[in-house]
C-alpha cells in the first residue's frame, strides 16, 4: 500500500525541501506549496491525508488558511509549524481544528511520530464512523402505520427518562431495535449499550458474566474480567429474553439493580449507573403466576411497557420492509436489488407471518438470492416460498374447502379421473361428490 500524501505549506522554500526529502525517505508521497493561498488551491485540485501548515507566512497566514482549509474539508488533517509559537497561537490553532503544532527546528523523529500518529488516528476516525454508520443501518426501524407510528412516538416519550423500560412482543417484532433507538434517544447515547442474553447464559456462569469476576476467584478464572453491568455504567443495560432467566438469577439481579451496585466474584462492591431495558416474549404476567418470575423484579423492571405489534397487524408497511431490506441486501452483501411486482406484493401482505419481521427479512433474502431475473413475481413466490401458510384473512370454511379441493384432486388423479372409485375410497355419495367437483370447477373425464 502506497504511503498517504502529503502537503507541505511553507514560504521558505529550504523547508519544504527539507521535508519532502525526510518524508520521502519515509515512503510519504509529497507536494510543496509556498503560500496559504497555493495551498487552497492545492487542496481544491487534489486528496490530502494531511497537511503541514506554517504559521507565519506572508498573504493569508497559516492560521487563516487553516480557517478556510476546515471550511473546505473539515475531516482533513493539519499540523501547524511554528518557529515562534506561543501557548497562545497553539490553543488558537487547536481550537480551530489543528490536529497538532510544532516548533521550528523540528526535531525530524518527534515530527515522523507526529505524522504517524495523526494518520493513526485518522484512520481509527474512519473504523468509528463506518461502525457507526452499520449500527444505525442495523437498528434502523422503519415503519408509517399508524401502528408503528404510535410505537415510535413512546419510544420518544420513554427515551429522554431515566425510567426502565420493558418491551414486549413475539418473536421477530423489533424489540431489540426498540431497546436501541430508546438508548439512541437517551441522554446516555454516548454511553455503552450492552446487552445480555439471559436465555443464553448457562446458570453456573451468570454471576460471573453479569457480575464479572477477580483472577483466581474460582477455578478457570485465569484473569480478571468485567461483567455486564460494569460495562454498562454510563449507559444502559439491556437485558433480553429476561423472561428466561432462572429465580436465583433473578433473585441476584434484583439486587444489584435494587442498589445500583454489583459484587464482582471474589472482588469488592462497585457502584454502577446504569438504566435498565428489558425484553421479552413471554407474558410476564402468567409466569408470575406459574411462579416462574419474581413479582418484585416485574414491578421494577416494568415502569414503562412497551409491546412491539405483531407484523400482521402492521402489513401496510410490509413493501416498505421490502424495500428496506433489499438495500441492505444490496449495501451489505452485494446482492443485485430486484423489485418486487404488485402481485408479489399482494400475496406477501397476506401471509401471517408468525416469524414476524425476522420472517420478513429471511423471505427477501431468500428470494433475492434465488429469483434470476429483475423481478420477484407471484410465481416466484410459488416457486420458492410454497411453504407461506393461509393467508390470514380467510374463514376456516374458506380454508377446509381448500384442503377438501386438494384431498379430492389428489386421490381423483391416483385413481386416474375415476369418480366411481374416488368416491367409493372417501366414502361419500356420488352425486354429493359430482357436486363437489362442479363447484369446485373440477373437470372430469
Ligand atoms: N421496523 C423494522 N424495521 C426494520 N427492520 C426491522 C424492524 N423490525 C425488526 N426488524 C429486523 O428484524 C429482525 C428481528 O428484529 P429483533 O431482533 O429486534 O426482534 P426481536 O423482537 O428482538 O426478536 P426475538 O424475540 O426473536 O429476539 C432484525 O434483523 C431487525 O433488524
Ligand atoms: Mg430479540
Redesign the pocket.
Given at each position: 500500500m502506497s504511503k498517504a500524501r502529503i502537503l507541505i505549506v511553507d514560504d521558505e522554500k529550504n523547508i519544504i525541501k527539507s521535508l519532502k526529502s525526510a518524508l520521502g525517505r519515509e515512503g510519504y508521497s509529497t507536494v510543496g506549496a509556498e503560500s496559504g493561498e497555493e495551498a487552497l488551491e492545492k487542496i481544491d485540485q487534489a486528496q490530502y491525508a494531511l497537511v503541514m501548515l506554517d504559521i507565519k507566512m506572508p498573504g493569508i497566514d497559516g492560521i487563516d488558511t487553516l480557517k478556510k482549509i476546515k471550511q473546505l474539508q473539515p475531516e482533513l488533517l493539519v499540523v501547524m509549524m511554528s518557529a515562534h509559537s506561543t501557548i497562545e497561537t497553539a490553543v488558537t490553532a487547536t481550537k480551530l481544528g489543528a490536529f497538532n503544532v510544532i516548533e521550528k527546528p523540528f526535531d525530524l523523529d518527534k515530527l515522523l511520530i507526529i505524522i504517524d500518529n495523526a494518520l493513526q488516528y485518522q484512520k481509527l476516525q474512519k473504523q468509528v464512523s463506518s461502525l457507526k454508520d452499520n449500527v444505525a443501518r442495523?437498528y434502523?426501524?422503519?415503519?408509517q402505520s399508524a401502528t408503528?407510528q404510535n410505537l415510535f412516538h413512546q419510544i420518544e416519550r420513554a427515551a429522554p427518562t431515566e425510567s426502565w423500560v420493558l418491551v414486549s412482543?413475539e418473536?421477530?417484532?423489533?424489540?431489540?431495535?426498540v431497546a436501541w433507538g430508546i438508548h439512541h434517544k437517551s441522554r446516555r447515547r454516548e454511553g455503552p449499550f450492552i446487552r445480555v442474553n439471559c436465555a443464553a447464559i448457562p446458570n453456573d456462569l451468570i454471576e460471573s458474566e453479569l457480575f464479572g469476576h477477580e483472577k483466581g476467584s474460582f477455578t478457570g478464572a485465569f484473569e480478571r474480567k468485567s461483567g455486564k453491568f460494569e460495562q454498562a455504567d454510563g449507559g444502559t443495560l439491556f437485558l433480553?429474553?429476561v423472561g428466561d432467566m432462572s429465580l436465583s438469577t433473578q433473585a441476584k439481579v434484583l439486587r444489584a439493580l435494587q442498589e445500583q451496585e454489583i459484587e464482582r466474584v471474589g472482588g469488592p462492591i462497585i457502584k454502577v449507573d446504569i438504566r435498565v431495558v428489558t425484553?421479552t416474549?413471554k407474558n410476564l404476567a402468567e409466569e408470575i403466576k406459574k411462579g416462574n418470575f419474581r413479582e418484585d423484579l416485574f414491578y421494577r423492571l416494568h415502569v414503562i411497557p412497551i409491546e412491539?405489534p405483531p407484523l400482521r397487524d402492521r402489513v401496510a408497511d410490509i413493501p416498505l420492509?421490502i424495500d428496506?431490506f433489499v438495500a441492505i441486501q444490496e449495501a451489505e452483501g452485494g446482492i443485485r436489488r430486484k423489485t418486487f411486482t404488485a402481485e408479489a406484493l399482494e400475496r406477501l401482505k397476506q401471509h401471517s407471518w408468525p416469524g414476524n419481521?425476522?420472517e420478513l427479512?429471511n423471505t427477501v433474502e431468500r428470494l433475492l438470492i434465488m429469483v434470476r431475473g429483475d423481478n420477484v413475481t407471484l410465481n416466484d413466490i410459488h416457486t420458492y416460498l410454497p411453504d407461506l401458510s393461509a393467508p390470514k384473512d380467510k374463514s376456516l370454511k374458506e380454508i377446509l374447502e381448500e384442503q377438501e379441493k386438494s384431498i379430492i384432486i389428489s386421490v381423483l388423479k391416483k385413481n386416474n379421473g375415476n369418480v366411481n372409485q374416488t368416491a367409493i375410497q372417501l366414502k361419500l355419495d356420488r352425486s354429493n361428490l359430482y357436486r363437489k367437483l362442479r363447484s369446485f370447477g373440477i373437470e372430469t373425464g
Open positions: 442495523k434502523q426501524m422503519v415503519g408503528m412482543g418473536n421477530g417484532t423489533g424489540k431489540e431495535l433480553d429474553e425484553a416474549n412491539v420492509l428496506h419481521v425476522r427479512k
